[in-house]
């Protein structure tokens, strides 16, 4: 992998092993962590491991000089490694990164400085679509206040007009969330629109979408597979994000009820079901843990439940909650070997058996791993 800053930037694990190794590795701990549980297939690894993420983000800081940069964080630091061309994302995203910060030096935008509460731009995050046609750009700042933004925007859209919305995200805090809870649309559209397994998806600036699109197929059909839906069965879809899953299975299954707590997320997920004309599947907004006990309560029996649940995991009572509705199935799609191997034995005392494992590469030369895990009633 050539990388000119993967010695300091802490982005990625960067060129020290082949890719090959790295998948090894991988596929090694997988193997150790959930090998109690299950056997564990072999990883489903990229053929070209090099620029696939979809989403980029940048954080912004001033050279000794008093330029305005952008970067990521030197490994385990504040220090930002202004990044050109990082070999892991999207052609698209890179260039549309160069011309945020190309217009914001022309605008005189400054950087926040987190020590001294003073300055304007944190973060950039920018999503491109699949075919890299098309870019949305979000913009971190501390409070509402963005003098200027207007003339940002036409400039940044002079110098990169594949971009269709231009967000201001409003993070006050000082945590390691980068996105705030508000925000503006500045320019053009707050949402994307991109195309997964032949259906068309719309996600807003604020919804979680899987970062590496050329993976999510090959992650979402082996869920399904996993599922072995035959058209009749209801599903649930919990931890929906903009309605992916549910709405790939909606077309193999009798229905889909699809559960997730972003109000954004949730939202695009039931205008995903009308774009697609999935007259089978429905999407709530809620904690998928009080939705479950709540389906439970009123005597839902799905056949089938997925759930792809954030780093965290799942909850106890989110598996007793499956418990009692009784699917024959339960799909589970993790982005955490060690809160999934954690919530397996959670499932097993429920009665819940691990069947089999699928390991997929959806962050080459990071250290992350997911995996798609199916449960059978015992
Ligand atoms: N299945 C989707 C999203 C997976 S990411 C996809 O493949 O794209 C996990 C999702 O869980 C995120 O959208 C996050 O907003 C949502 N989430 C986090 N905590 C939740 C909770 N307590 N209840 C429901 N959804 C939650």
């Known amino acids: 992998m050539e990388c000119s800053v993967a010695r300091q930037c802490g982005g990625c694990l960067g060129p020290r092993r082949s890719y090959r190794e790295h998948l090894a590795q991988k596929e090694k701990e997988m193997t150790a962590l959930l090998g109690r549980f299950c056997p564990v297939e072999p990883i489903l690894g990229m053929e070209d491991p090099y620029h696939y993420r979809n989403k980029s983000i940048a954080t912004f800081a001033q050279d000794r000089a008093g330029k305005l940069v952008s970067g990521i964080y030197a490994q385990g630091t504040h220090r930002v490694i202004p990044v050109e061309d990082c070999p892991l994302q999207m052609e698209l995203l890179n260039r549309t990164q160069a011309a945020v910060l190309a217009a914001a030096r022309r605008c005189r935008l400054t950087p926040y400085q987190e020590d001294r509460g003073q300055g304007l731009l944190r973060h950039c995050m920018v999503r491109c679509d699949t075919a890299q046609t098309q870019?949305?750009?979000?913009?971190?700042?501390?409070?509402?206040?963005?003098?200027?933004?207007?003339?940002?925007?036409?400039?940044?859209?002079?110098?990169?007009?594949?971009?269709?919305?231009?967000?201001?995200?409003?993070?006050?805090?000082?945590?390691?969330?980068?996105?705030?809870?508000?925000?503006?649309?500045?320019?053009?559209?707050?949402?994307?629109?991109d195309t997964l397994l032949g259906q068309k998806f719309a996600l807003s600036w604020a919804s979680f979408y899987q970062v590496n699109p050329r993976q999510t197929p090959r992650l979402y059909e082996t869920a399904l597979d996993f599922a072995g839906l035959d058209g009749t069965q209801t599903v649930l879809d919990a931890y929906c994000g903009i309605g992916t899953i549910g709405l790939c299975a909606a077309v193999r299954a009798g229905q889909v009820i699809g559960v997730e707590l972003n109000q954004a997320a949730a939202r695009d997920?039931?205008?995903?079901?009308?774009?697609?004309?999935?007259?089978?599947?429905?999407?709530?907004?809620?904690?998928?843990?009080?939705?479950?006990?709540?389906?439970?309560?009123?005597?839902?029996?799905?056949?089938?439940?997925?759930?792809?649940?954030?780093?965290?995991?799942?909850?106890?009572?989110?598996?007793?909650?499956?418990?009692?509705?009784?699917?024959?199935?339960?799909v589970y799609v993790s982005c955490n070997p060690q809160t999934l191997a954690r919530d397996l034995a959670d499932f097993a005392a429920a009665g819940y058996k691990a069947v089999k494992c699928r390991p997929v590469d959806m962050f080459p030369f990071t250290a992350h791993t997911e995996a798609v895990c199916l449960l059978e009633r015992r």
């Open 135 to 193: 870019a949305l750009v979000t913009l971190v700042t501390p409070s509402a206040y963005f003098p200027g933004s207007r003339n940002f925007c036409k400039e940044l859209t002079r110098l990169a007009p594949w971009v269709v919305g231009v967000v201001q995200s409003i993070n006050p805090r000082a945590t390691s969330a980068v996105l705030g809870k508000t925000g503006k649309t500045l320019w053009g559209k707050d949402f994307l629109l």
């Open 269 to 330: 997920a039931a205008a995903n079901a009308r774009r697609n004309g999935a007259e089978n599947a429905r999407f709530f907004q809620g904690d998928a843990t009080e939705w479950m006990e709540e389906q439970a309560r009123r005597g839902q029996s799905p056949q089938v439940v997925f759930l792809d649940p954030p780093r965290a995991g799942t909850t106890p009572r989110f598996i007793q909650a499956v418990k009692a509705m009784g699917p024959e199935k339960v």
